[in-house]
């Protein structure tokens, strides 16, 4: 079956607008954010709402960084034999910081597992908020967004993939599989 286009740039665009205004709603103190993008999509994602948010709120600036959660995942043995690990980043302190922490897809939940594992090691925030863009169903885990772009029903053998134009690739969410 072809890839069929779930999410083109402007559904995107529009999510994430609407993400960044949720995000500001229910956090009155914007000096406790901050916000954790997720390596590799989530980066840009968490770029984009940063930059949203700082947009709309002028005298905000929100703290920024990126985690890689390759060697806290509890299955990175399986997925490769010399796993490809990207840099941290996170140059502020968790303590009395509000994170949201942003993923590109929510699956099964052991990817957003590892992040809060991961988090924990840099300190521990006043809380957490997860934001994806794509919520995909089929969790193994008790873990559920905050925010959410989109919830789509995807069976088990179908890929849903965000391509995003930072990575060379246009903006837009795909459905490929059997």
């Known amino acids: 079956m072809p890839a069929k286009i779930i999410m083109t740039s402007s559904d995107i665009e529009r999510s994430?607008?609407?993400i960044a205004l949720e995000i500001v709603e229910h956090n009155p103190r914007l000096s406790?954010?901050?916000?954790?993008?997720?390596?590799?999509?989530?980066v840009f994602l968490a770029q984009r709402l940063k930059e949203r948010i700082e947009a709309t709120e002028p005298d905000?600036?929100?703290?920024?960084?990126?985690?890689?959660?390759?060697?806290?995942r509890d299955d990175w043995s399986l997925i490769s034999q010399n796993p490809v690990v990207k840099k941290s980043e996170i140059?502020?302190?968790m303590e009395e910081r509000r994170v949201i922490l942003v993923d590109d897809v929510l699956f099964t939940g052991r990817t957003i597992r590892?992040?809060?594992?991961?988090?924990?090691?840099?300190?521990?925030?006043?809380?957490?908020?997860?934001?994806?863009?794509?919520?995909?169903?089929?969790?193994?885990?008790p873990i559920q967004?905050?925010?959410?772009?989109?919830?789509?029903?995807?069976?088990?053998g179908?890929?849903?993939?965000?391509?995003?134009?930072?990575?060379?690739?246009g903006d837009r969410v795909q459905l490929s599989g059997p």
């Open 91 to 93: 140059g502020f302190l």
């Open 60 to 72: 905000s600036s929100l703290p920024f960084g990126t985690l890689d959660i390759t060697l806290y």
């Open 145 to 156: 967004p905050d925010y959410v772009g989109m919830s789509v029903s995807a069976s088990p």
């Open 16 to 18: 994430l607008n609407r």
């Open 32 to 42: 406790e954010l901050s916000i954790i993008g997720v390596h590799t999509g989530g």
């Open 114 to 141: 590892a992040a809060l594992d991961a988090i924990m090691d840099y300190g521990r925030p006043l809380a957490i908020q997860l934001a994806v863009l794509v919520d995909r169903g089929g969790r193994e885990l």
């Open 158 to 169: 179908e890929r849903v993939d965000v391509l995003l134009a930072e990575s060379g690739q």
